[in-house]
């Protein structure tokens, strides 16, 4: 059977291509090592933090189903950074690690134009011009594109102490012999590494010592279709607890027998979710780092220590673990350990997330140099999008910077690629005010139901919010106040007490401490508002001047982006440019001026010169 997309891998970036895909409506195969290992969670088993929130509501709008799948049970749901702006506020919730991948293997399960099998992909059919199939221990399967989503498996091996055994996460057994035959396909591979930390049996902590941790009040959703939501009475707490100078003395004492110190592990770990002897010997100075004690589901007694990654031998991890305060008698469930794995340089894919060099073969997640579960779904549903839209012969979704994370992520690696495993950051995004928590809906759900993702029934209340908001923000603009006693006695309530009649509404709104729910009392005609969009009002209102600042900002970048560079210029021979420059644009072939001046190493001066050459090659 010729299949349109075959999928290999079943983690979170596979599961995302492969809903995308069949949702789509083309005849896809997914390819995993074990059925009832897939959307599993073989670190923390939670869902969004920082970035990493707007991006699962960013793969929402466009109809993926992380979001959908993280609103279903989980143990804890947090707003985080409330205290901050809200370009960098986003949802984190503690999932549960059992029912979560359940309930996303019914739904694949059930998912029409999906096949699911459990073989093992050892290489791919090709010829010297693209990628058309996979060849597994027994047998083969053609098909019109391929996306591998390989996570942290493929040549994977397991690090504890000076031990290194061939192995997956979680126990699981590794994918073995791809990664050699992609070598001999030209693709280049590098090593990366990441970790895990100890599972700790739940009655073995003494919590009355530690600091509760608990989620926040409210109407909290990663999805936009979501509408029952666990009370925060309900939710399970969380607690934090602290590494101290003993830990310490430790982790010192024993550095060389540690895989990362002891000159076993070779790929490069994660800067931003070091080890805990890694953060030991960086942060020297630091008296204490702080742990969180996370359930890992309501179904086992299984406490995950956050923060506390090392591949100590098992001896040591234990001392470790009974120096922090309130686990002075914990009983590991479960060790540390580091797992190494091989991935794909990134700068070999195009914006689409197609290898360059072979036309059909797509990635997604890990094997992309990225980490976390957020990252790898994002990247398996443009995948699975793109995928999709060539085998149907349709122009590919490219999400711009200003768009979305999602096309933040992908710009950085393909143009910039990485060293260790990347991940998302507020940081790297220059447009976060246009691409927060609240707004996904509204950058993305266009895009979605133009591909086919985005139901007519939702892509319809959609659109009629859109209109609710659009209204009410004019009202809000062209409603001015009286000094009414009612209105008066609020803002005083405030410690406003220069309020003038005739003002607007708007401008009243772009206060600090006013709110739009009480507000509302004082405007007539304003139409009903849910949770969502009275925050996406309420935020478009008082952070207008930044807001209109960034689309500037943001409409330069477009105008470089539609400046598209001729196929086929050499730019070797274009005198005035850099050597740097000539190299590095050659290598990365980059479609337009925006994505040229993104590559590390191009100095505005080169993209002055470069401009004169694409103007002249244009009229010629």
Not at 85 to 114: F, H, I, S, W
Not at 512 to 539: G, H, I, S, W
Request: proline share 4%; charged share 25%; hydrophobic share 35%.
């Amino acid at each position: 059977m010729m299949y349109d997309v075959i999928v290999v891998g079943g983690g979170h970036a596979g599961m995302e291509a492969a809903f995308a895909a069949s949702h789509m409506g083309m005849n896809t195969l997914l390819l995993t090592l074990n059925k009832k290992m897939m959307a599993n969670m073989p670190c923390n088993p939670s869902i969004g933090g920082s970035a990493k929130g707007i991006v699962v509501r960013e793969i929402d709008a466009l109809g993926g189903m992380m979001g959908i799948a993280a609103d279903h049970e989980y143990l804890q749901m947090k707003m985080l950074n409330t205290g901050k702006g809200p370009g960098v506020q986003c949802l984190r919730a503690q999932e549960d690690k059992l029912t979560y991948p359940r309930y996303m293997q019914e739904l694949a399960e059930n998912t029409k134009n999906l096949t699911i099998l459990e073989k093992m992909v050892i290489d791919l059919l090709h010829d010297d011009k693209k990628v058309y199939g996979v060849i597994t221990k027994d047998g083969t399967f053609e098909s019109k594109t391929v996306i591998l989503t390989t996570g942290t498996y493929m040549e994977s091996e397991i690090l504890i102490g000076h031990k290194a055994k061939s192995g997956g996460p979680d126990g699981e057994n590794p994918s073995l012999g791809l990664s050699p035959n992609l070598k001999k396909m030209g693709i280049d591979i590098f090593r990366l590494k990441t970790g895990t930390p100890q599972r700790i049996k739940k009655d073995s902590i003494d919590y009355s010592v530690l600091e509760p941790q608990y989620g926040t009040e409210g109407k909290l959703a990663f999805s936009y279709e979501t509408g029952d939501y666990i009370p925060l009475e309900k939710q399970i707490v969380c607690y934090l607890t602290y590494t101290n100078e003993k830990t310490h003395q430790i982790i010192r004492d024993n550095l060389e027998k540690s895989a990362m110190y002891g000159g076993i592990v070779k790929g490069v770990g994660p800067r931003y979710c070091p080890s805990i002897e890694d953060k030991i010997v960086r942060f020297a100075d630091k008296p204490r780092h702080q742990l969180f004690l996370e359930p890992e589901s309501r179904l086992t007694d299984s406490i995950y220590l956050q923060g506390f990654s090392t591949s100590m031998p098992e001896d040591v991890q234990l001392q470790m673990v009974r120096s922090l305060k309130g686990l002075e008698h914990a009983e590991i469930l479960k060790y540390a350990y580091a797992i190494e794995y091989d991935a794909i340089v990134p700068t070999q894919f195009d914006h689409t997330l197609e290898i360059k060099k072979w036309p059909g073969l797509f990635c997604a997640g890990q094997i992309c140099g990225t980490s976390g579960y957020e990252e790898a779904a994002g990247l398996g549903l443009m995948a699975g999008v793109n995928a999709s839209l060539k085998v149907q012969g349709k122009e590919p979704l490219i999400l711009r910077r200003d768009e979305a994370y999602i096309g933040v992520m992908i710009d950085d690696l393909v143009l910039k690629g990485t060293q260790e495993p990347y991940r998302l950051l507020s940081s790297r995004a220059e447009y976060r005010l246009l691409m927060r928590h609240d707004n996904a809906d509204l950058r993305l759900t266009e895009h979605g139901y133009n591909i086919g993702l985005i139901s007519e029934e939702r892509y319809q209340k959609f659109l009629d919010k859109k209109e609710k908001l659009s209204v009410n923000e004019k009202i809000l603009k062209s409603t001015y106040l009286s000094d009414s006693k009612e209105l008066l006695e609020y803002l005083k309530e405030l410690g406003y007490s220069d309020f003038k009649a005739g003002t607007s509404a708007a401008n009243l709104l772009k206060r600090p401490l006013v709110k739009y729910n009480r507000l509302k009392e004082f405007v007539p005609n304003l139409l009903d508002l849910n949770d969502t969009a009275t925050t996406q009002l309420e935020v478009n209102i008082k952070y207008e001047g930044y807001i209109e600042k960034q689309k500037k900002d943001a409409e330069r970048l477009i105008k470089m982006e539609s400046i598209a560079i001729p196929v086929g210029l050499d730019f070797n021979n274009l005198e005035g440019l850099a050597l740097e420059a000539r190299q590095k644009l050659t290598k990365f072939q980059p479609k337009n001026i925006g994505e040229a001046s993104r590559i590390s190493g191009i100095n505005p001066s080169d993209i002055a010169m470069l401009l004169i050459y694409v103007k002249r090659y244009q009229h010629e």
